[in-house]
């Protein structure tokens, strides 16, 4: 005698401050296959307040984190890569759906977003030496530039790539002691809400990394105008000209550090260090020679 089993389908959530919290709102909006348009799952559509929500948890989250030492955020970031590896199978059948990929090209896709993870886990403990340095002046003095995380970073994760863009913009700016709240790609936001719970079962502090998912354009626009948000990446708004142009305008409000949206970004291209030097600050202290 046959049974026929009824599947356990996945419920998506939030994840700020550590936690899986649904949408205060209590909406959901569907996610569909990027090829026939198959029902996937339901994604949480995030509001205003869990927008606020996630910059208030980034914000406390950010001492201990900016104040670890950057050896311990390497080894954070490098089990990350661990615990992705472990998922790959179950990564490659979301990018798969959500991008329209064959099996192959979705497998590669998340060995290239390990791969960056592991990449920028190294860059933990050498960046201050590529940003910082001493310099010489006139005077009997020691003057030395040290760079230093600026705070909480908006991101807007690119709507094509949903996890190898996704790691691209997220890595580098936590590995350098920022918090981050990302905004999932749209179209495909699953690969990013699973990697909430990869980060939820490794090392990385409950808030110093919250996703959220929904529209983009909603959730931008109230983090681009937060006065407590330090620094935002448009990459999700590229594509949409009038879109980054409002957030960049709103950003200007508090004189937030911005990265442009490229539409011709390469997201499987050596990433270089543009993003980490995009969202420090340099302090220059000055010694007195002898004292």
Known sequence: MSETRLSVLKTYK????????RSESG????????????????APLASRKDARDAVVAARKAFGGWSGATAYNRGQVLYRVAEMLEGRRE????????GEGLSRAKSLAQVDAAIDRWVWYA???????QVAGGANPVAGPFFNLSTPEPTGVVAVLAPQDSSLLG????????IVTGNAAVVVASERAPLPALSLAEVLATSD??????????????E??????????????????????????T??????????????????????????????????????????????
């Open 166 to 173: 996704l790691v691209s913009v997220l890595a580098p700016a």
């Open 122 to 128: 190294g860059w933990s403990d050498k960046i201050a």
């Open 246 to 291: 409002e957030l960049e305008v709103a950003s200007a409000d508090n004189l937030k550090r911005v990265v442009r949206p490229s539409g011709t970004a390469d997201w499987t291209a050596d990433p270089g260090t543009d993003r980490l030097l995009s969202f420090l600050e340099t302090k220059t202290v000055w010694h007195p020679i002898g004292a």
């Open 90 to 97: 179950q990564f490659a059948a979301e990018v798969a759906a």
């Open 204 to 217: 990385v502090p409950g808030g110093v990394v919250n996703v959220l998912s929904g529209r983009t354009a």
């Open 219 to 244: 959730i931008a626009r109230p983090l681009a105008a937060h006065q407590d948000v330090n620094a935002l990446d448009l990459a999700g708004a590229a594509g949409d000209a009038e879109l980054a």
């Open 27 to 42: 909406r959901v909006y569907e996610v569909t296959a990027a090829k026939g348009g198959e029902w996937l799952a339901n």
């Open 14 to 21: 939030l994840y700020v401050g550590g936690k899986f919290p």
